[in-house]
């Protein structure tokens, strides 16, 4: 994973309140891949996505590997994405087998 530090200023709503609110948040998003050079992470989201699921079948959840697929797929899709995925594999009709 590739990380950032980020200086964030939060500020009170209240009127009253001359409250600010300085924290130092780290964001990390999926590494390079090299399967994936081009700009468009589409297909490098899909992939984690998928082995993420045919991961947590053949080894649990808890299995480290699992868990950096997970934060992969999370830093590269859209929400809709995968909701939508999300909602096929409930449904039985996701367009990949996911058993291991």
Known sequence: ???????????SNDDDS????TKTVVLRTAGFDARFPNQNQ?????QNYVDYFKCIKAR???FPPCKQFFRAYHS???????????T?????????????
């Open 88 to 100: 096929q594999r409930e449904e039985g009709n996701f367009p990949v087998n996911l058993n291991p």
């Open 18 to 21: 001359d409250d600010t609110e």
């Open 60 to 62: 649990g959840e808890d």
């Open 1 to 11: 994973m590739t990380s950032r530090q980020v200086l964030v200023t939060w500020i």
């Open 76 to 86: 590269l899709c859209p929400n809709d994405y995968i909701s939508k995925w999300d």
């Open 42 to 46: 589409t297909k490098h989201c899909w």
